[in-house]
């Protein structure tokens, strides 16, 4: 019978493992550093419980449940920082703090094992569900995200009624209690979803480097925006949007770039593209998007903006533009920007946005550069 709960733990020493690897291969997902400790730490706890380590119950039950608790909190922190969310330190050191002392208190005050269980099982089902509201998102994201969602409220669900439905036949006797039905449903519920919550994870990891990996193909390599792939991947969302709507496009190109190029050299020209596109980015919302098209020309897609409010946006940055400082350039050197905009129209597509938005771009450079110009038949 040992050796059968010994399974539970030797499965989870292996998902740590391919979770710490992961993390070791690319440092910056932090969160698979804290779902090895998740996992690692969950393996330590059910080792203390099975040989007794450290000796005595009541010892062996507060390092067990500190273990624990910490084994579930690395765990959903890993799931909060994965989504950008955290939890303060005060915040998991209450938690930390309500369980241990709780499980104290009902051993060398008031005895009594059935609150203990109580308070563990309920108090992790508690820290999931919490965590699962938070993360409610992920049930309207990609397929895995949803099946690790739903998977984690079922973990944090199945705490209740496993732990009221064998909780009361629980002996008194320590050495009782590891036979008995509530310690053997325990240990097979918690190995079953555990499995299935570290398949959820990997599953969800393998989806985050693949997304990576296509983000990074869709970016810029000089200056960090999107390219034209990507620029049209996005664009082609937004138009499908109805949220989005109205939509504006804005092509920038700054003026004379050619000259700077002859007169500095490219890694001068190249510093310029990426100082301007920061600019760019910095007067962007996270709805809208930022690109280069090739050579000094960007494009800017607003979403819930028409021509009038692009236009003034445009004013905004194109003076932006001109006040900057480019440090790559000598004292005196001002760099400036031509705007064209075109707003888009009931059925357009992106091909037929951007030939508006030339127009207008040609336009605002045949009129002296530096200059915003709305597409003509928007002004009509």
Known sequence: MRLVLLLGPTILLVFSASFLL??????????????????????????????????????????????????????????????????????????????????????????????????????????????????RVMCRGRLTERVLFWALVAFALHFFPRTVLTAGGVPSD??????????????????????????ALLAVTVGDVIDEVRHAGNLDPLTGVLNRRGSEEGAAQRFSDPRSQPLCLLLADIDRFKSINDSFGHPVGDEVLRNFAALLRQATRWSDLCARLGGEEF???????????????????????????????????QVTASFGIAEARAGDNLAEVVARADAALYAAKKAGRNKVQQHAAVLA
């Open 22 to 135: 992961a993390w070791t291969l690319d440092r910056r997902l932090k969160h698979l550093l804290l779902f090895g400790l998740s996992c690692l730490f969950f393996c330590f706890g059910s080792l203390s419980q099975m040989l007794q380590i450290p000796p005595g119950a009541g010892p062996n039950a507060i390092v067990s449940a500190f273990i624990y608790t910490v084994s579930v909190l690395c765990f959903t922190e890993g799931l909060l920082w994965r989504a950008g969310k955290r939890t303060s330190f005060a915040e998991k050191a209450a938690v930390t703090l309500l369980i241990v002392g709780g499980i104290a208190f009902f051993y060398y005050v008031e005895r009594s094992l059935l609150v203990r269980i109580y308070i563990l099982n309920f108090g992790y089902g508690l820290i999931c569900l919490v965590t699962a509201w938070r993360l």
């Open 174 to 199: 320590a050495d009782e209690f590891g036979l008995s039905a509530f310690w053997l449903t325990l240990q097979f519920s918690l190995a079953v979803l555990g499995v299935v919550l570290a398949i």
């Open 299 to 333: 494009a800017l897609l607003l979403c819930g903006c028409d021509a009038a409010g692009g236009a003034a946006f445009a004013e905004r940055l194109r003076a932006s533009v001109s006040a900057a400082r480019f440090d790559a350039l000598p004292e005196g050197w």
